[in-house]
Structures are given as structure tokens and as C-alpha cells.
């Protein structure tokens, strides 16, 4: 359909009929995909944007209802900053301060109404969540609530709101929040948003994504607005994330001979599945090229990683890179930060410091997945008390 419509608006314009001109109406940014199908559209298309208004407008729309009521409003000027050129967020607020100073009807003489906006905010928005927070926890958890996890669509939702244009191009998104590219990253290339979203029927009212500009965005200045004014630390806490505060870049690193690479993989994926960050080699090549490979992995297996997962088969103590990565993480058996898996096949002893720490088994005689999901099982575990551990750090959450 975009491409019949690119198509059709090309022709109009080489027909150079002076009168003729194709609206659309519909979701933000929408002219962005189709100059996708059609890129000599791009210097033909103007965008009109809705509900944007200058704070001259919203003060004469405010001013208006001033003199309908004979009142001044002492927050006028705060409300006009608050609305975001919104008439209607402006006109919510402005009712709650009559409200609030039991203003129904026009005064005799000029009243000046001196009412708290921090007040009609916190009352504006419990009327908001009534009809809101649903939306919001569903896309904030994404198909399934993963506790344990990097809550990849909450930081989304976040960055969203944070936006002055109500939309975001999830690739500059990333690219101004790095710590977040693994998480959130992962999400948008494999699809996973875009299966969500058409399975979210419920979140069509609030957000739209378009999968081929990766572009998302919100309509409603009211969501927008709610989104706005959250407390995110608090609502993070009432969707269930343990925690939004990560000690390393990943959860887990795994370190592998590559023999093992088919276990490696489906332990990832497995991971993968439950939003925990992984790092495995295989997934960063495109990072790794024309990059020093012992500068880039070294700070991995040293810090960055929270936990390291050390798969000791039998190749294990054969290959170059395992030995330069084990030499990296060894120190890191003290703090309690490795966690080694054995193979049922592996002389005793081939790695002696891991004897002295509690590890998995796995077993070449018995169906491997299930004791692959056995194990993630019992990682996400181990994550998920690492997440509500005490801590004395500040929580640096997606946003204050």
C-alpha cells in the first residue's frame, strides 16, 4: 500500500497538474516511509503537525478562559511549559486549578487563583493513569515480563517519552544510548518489537511502530503527557523489574572452546529469550572487525561482564583464545563472578581453581537442550538475586 501510494503521488507530480495534492492523515512521521519506497519524494513531502502549538497560542487560549471567568492564574506561565503546545493538556490543567481554588462559574470581581501546579499535576495524572498505566506496563514489559531481565522495552518507552517530537528513530536512539545497544538492539533486529506491537492490539490507540523506518511513535498528548511526568524508578518497580540498575555492560560472557560453539549458541539463544545480555562472540563480529581482538575482549572478560560462564570441555585447555580469556577473568573466581560448567567427558583436574567453586554439569549421555535450559534456568536465577542484592550505589534509572 506505501508503495502504490509513492507511486501515485510520483505521478501527480510529473502530470504537474497545479491543483492537484494527496493528503495524509494518520500517525507521525508517516511521509518518512514512504520517501523508503520512492527517494526523490523526499523534497516533495511537508509534514503538518497537530497539536503543536506555540506558547503565544496557549497563553491566548489560557488568557481566554481567564477573562471568560474573570480569574488570573498564578502557574500561567508554568502550565504553558507544561503543555508542550498542547491545547488540551493545557485545558486539563487549567480546569484542575479551577477545580482545586472552586472556581465553577464566573467571579464578580477578579480572583486571583493561587493553586500549586505541583498539586494539579500529581492530580491531573492520577486521572491519566486510570486510562493509561495498562498501556503503559504492557509495552513496558513487552510479551512477557521478564523480572531477571534488561527490560529492553521499558528503557524504549522511556527514551520515547524523554523525545520533544512525540517519535523516535529507534537507530539514533541507540546510538545516543550505547550501554543499552546489546539489550534494545536485540529486540529491534530479530523483530521481536515488531511481532509485539502487531500483536498488541490494545497498544494500537497510544503507539505506532513502522518496522521499515523503525520509527516509533505516540499521537495522543495525553499518553505523552503521562509518560512525561512518571516517576520511573517507581513505575519500573510496579511493572516487576527487579532492577533497572546493571553492574556490567553484560550479564554474562561466555567463554568457550570453539568445539563447543553449536552449546555456546543455544545457550545464548536461551538466554537471549529471557532479555538477559549475553556476550557471545559471534553476535559483536560486526564491532569486532578492524578492532584489536585481544583490546576488545580483554575489558570483557576482565569487568564489563557481570557473571562469566566457562563451558570446560575437554578442547578447553587447547585452544589460544580460551587461555587468553581464562587469563583475563581467573582473578575474578575470588569475587565470586565465574561460574564454570563441566563436561562429563573432561579429565578431572583440567582446570583446578574451578574445583573449588560450586559449577553445572552437563552430561553428553543425556539430552543436552534440557540440560541447557536446566542450567539458564538456574542462571537467571543467580541474576536475579544479583539484581536485589543491598546496595549502597545510587540507582541510576532510565531517567529521573
Given at each position: 500500500?506505501?508503495?502504490?501510494?509513492?507511486?501515485?503521488?510520483?505521478?501527480?507530480?510529473?502530470?504537474?497538474?497545479?491543483?492537484?495534492?494527496?493528503?495524509?492523515?494518520?500517525?507521525?512521521?508517516?511521509?518518512?516511509?514512504?520517501?523508503?519506497?520512492?527517494?526523490?519524494?523526499?523534497?516533495?513531502?511537508?509534514?503538518?503537525?497537530?497539536?503543536?502549538?506555540?506558547?503565544?497560542?496557549?497563553?491566548?487560549?489560557?488568557?481566554?478562559?481567564?477573562?471568560?471567568?474573570?480569574?488570573?492564574?498564578?502557574?500561567?506561565?508554568?502550565?504553558?511549559?507544561?503543555?508542550?503546545?498542547?491545547?488540551?493538556?493545557?485545558?486539563?490543567?487549567?480546569?484542575?486549578?479551577?477545580?482545586?481554588?472552586?472556581?465553577?462559574?464566573?467571579?464578580?470581581?477578579?480572583?486571583?487563583?493561587?493553586?500549586?501546579?505541583?498539586?494539579?499535576?500529581?492530580?491531573?495524572?492520577?486521572?491519566?493513569?486510570?486510562?493509561?498505566?495498562?498501556?503503559?506496563?504492557?509495552?513496558?514489559?513487552?510479551?512477557?515480563?521478564?523480572?531477571?531481565?534488561?527490560?529492553?522495552?521499558?528503557?524504549?518507552?522511556?527514551?520515547?517519552?524523554?523525545?520533544?517530537?512525540?517519535?523516535?528513530?529507534?537507530?539514533?536512539?541507540?546510538?545516543?544510548?550505547?550501554?543499552?545497544?546489546?539489550?534494545?538492539?536485540?529486540?529491534?533486529?530479530?523483530?521481536?518489537?515488531?511481532?509485539?506491537?502487531?500483536?498488541?492490539?490494545?497498544?494500537?490507540?497510544?503507539?505506532?511502530?513502522?518496522?521499515?523506518?523503525?520509527?516509533?511513535?505516540?499521537?495522543?498528548?495525553?499518553?505523552?503527557?503521562?509518560?512525561?511526568?512518571?516517576?520511573?524508578?517507581?513505575?519500573?518497580?510496579?511493572?516487576?523489574?527487579?532492577?533497572?540498575?546493571?553492574?556490567?555492560?553484560?550479564?554474562?560472557?561466555?567463554?568457550?572452546?570453539?568445539?563447543?560453539?553449536?552449546?555456546?549458541?543455544?545457550?545464548?539463544?536461551?538466554?537471549?529469550?529471557?532479555?538477559?545480555?549475553?556476550?557471545?562472540?559471534?553476535?559483536?563480529?560486526?564491532?569486532?572487525?578492524?578492532?584489536?581482538?585481544?583490546?576488545?575482549?580483554?575489558?570483557?572478560?576482565?569487568?564489563?561482564?557481570?557473571?562469566?560462564?566457562?563451558?570446560?570441555?575437554?578442547?578447553?585447555?587447547?585452544?589460544?583464545?580460551?587461555?587468553?580469556?581464562?587469563?583475563?577473568?581467573?582473578?575474578?573466581?575470588g569475587e565470586n563472578r565465574v561460574i564454570p560448567v563441566?563436561?562429563?567427558?573432561?579429565?578431572?583436574?583440567?582446570?583446578?581453581?574451578?574445583?573449588?567453586?560450586?559449577?553445572?554439569?552437563?552430561?553428553?549421555?543425556?539430552?543436552?537442550?534440557?540440560?541447557?535450559?536446566?542450567?539458564?534456568?538456574?542462571?537467571?536465577?543467580?541474576?536475579?538475586?544479583?539484581?536485589?542484592?543491598?546496595?549502597?550505589?545510587?540507582?541510576?534509572?532510565?531517567?529521573?
Amino acid at each position: 500500500m506505501k508503495k502504490i501510494v509513492a507511486d501515485y503521488m510520483k505521478t501527480l507530480a510529473d502530470e504537474e497538474t497545479p491543483n492537484s495534492k494527496l493528503i495524509l492523515v494518520g500517525i507521525n512521521k508517516a511521509g518518512d516511509s514512504l520517501v523508503k519506497f520512492a527517494a526523490d519524494l523526499n523534497n516533495r513531502v511537508d509534514t503538518i503537525s497537530l497539536e503543536t502549538n506555540s506558547e503565544a497560542r496557549v497563553d491566548e487560549l489560557i488568557s481566554k478562559g481567564e477573562a471568560a471567568l474573570n480569574i488570573k492564574i498564578n502557574t500561567k506561565s508554568q502550565i504553558i511549559s507544561d503543555s508542550h503546545g498542547s491545547f488540551h493538556i493545557a485545558q486539563m490543567l487549567c480546569r484542575e486549578v479551577c477545580l482545586s481554588a472552586i472556581i465553577l462559574e464566573r467571579q464578580e470581581e477578579v480572583t486571583h487563583v493561587a493553586v500549586s501546579l505541583e498539586v494539579v499535576r500529581e492530580r491531573v495524572l492520577e486521572e491519566l493513569a486510570r486510562v493509561f498505566f495498562d498501556q503503559a506496563r504492557h509495552f513496558a514489559t513487552g510479551p512477557r515480563l521478564r523480572r531477571e531481565g534488561r527490560a529492553p522495552y521499558l528503557h524504549i518507552l522511556n527514551w520515547l517519552a524523554q523525545h520533544e517530537e512525540w517519535s523516535i528513530q529507534l537507530d539514533q536512539a541507540l546510538s545516543s544510548h550505547p550501554e543499552q545497544r546489546g539489550s534494545v538492539g536485540q529486540v529491534i533486529d530479530k523483530g521481536y518489537l515488531d511481532v509485539f506491537m502487531k500483536n498488541s492490539t490494545n497498544l494500537d490507540e497510544v503507539i505506532h511502530y513502522d518496522p521499515i523506518t523503525r520509527i516509533l511513535s505516540i499521537e495522543d498528548p495525553k499518553f505523552i503527557y503521562y509518560l512525561r511526568n512518571l516517576i520511573w524508578n517507581k513505575f519500573s518497580k510496579q511493572v516487576g523489574y527487579l532492577s533497572t540498575n546493571f553492574k556490567g555492560r553484560y550479564d554474562f560472557a561466555l567463554s568457550f572452546a570453539g568445539a563447543d560453539r553449536s552449546i555456546a549458541l543455544e545457550l545464548d539463544t536461551l538466554l537471549s529469550d529471557l532479555e538477559i545480555l549475553v556476550f557471545y562472540d559471534k553476535n559483536e563480529q560486526h564491532r569486532i572487525l578492524a578492532s584489536n581482538i585481544e583490546d576488545y575482549l580483554a575489558p570483557i572478560y576482565r569487568s564489563e561482564a557481570e557473571f562469566i560462564i566457562v563451558l570446560l570441555s575437554k578442547d578447553y585447555p587447547l585452544k589460544i583464545w580460551t587461555k587468553f580469556e581464562s587469563e583475563q577473568f581467573k582473578k575474578r573466581f575470588g569475587e565470586n563472578r565465574v561460574i564454570p560448567v563441566w563436561f562429563s567427558d573432561s579429565p578431572p583436574g583440567m582446570f583446578d581453581l574451578s574445583a573449588e567453586y560450586g559449577g553445572f554439569m552437563i552430561d553428553h549421555g543425556k539430552n543436552i537442550t534440557d540440560q541447557l535450559v536446566e542450567l539458564r534456568d538456574t542462571l537467571a536465577k543467580k541474576l536475579a538475586e544479583s539484581r536485589i542484592a543491598p546496595t549502597t550505589e545510587v540507582e541510576e534509572i532510565v531517567a529521573s
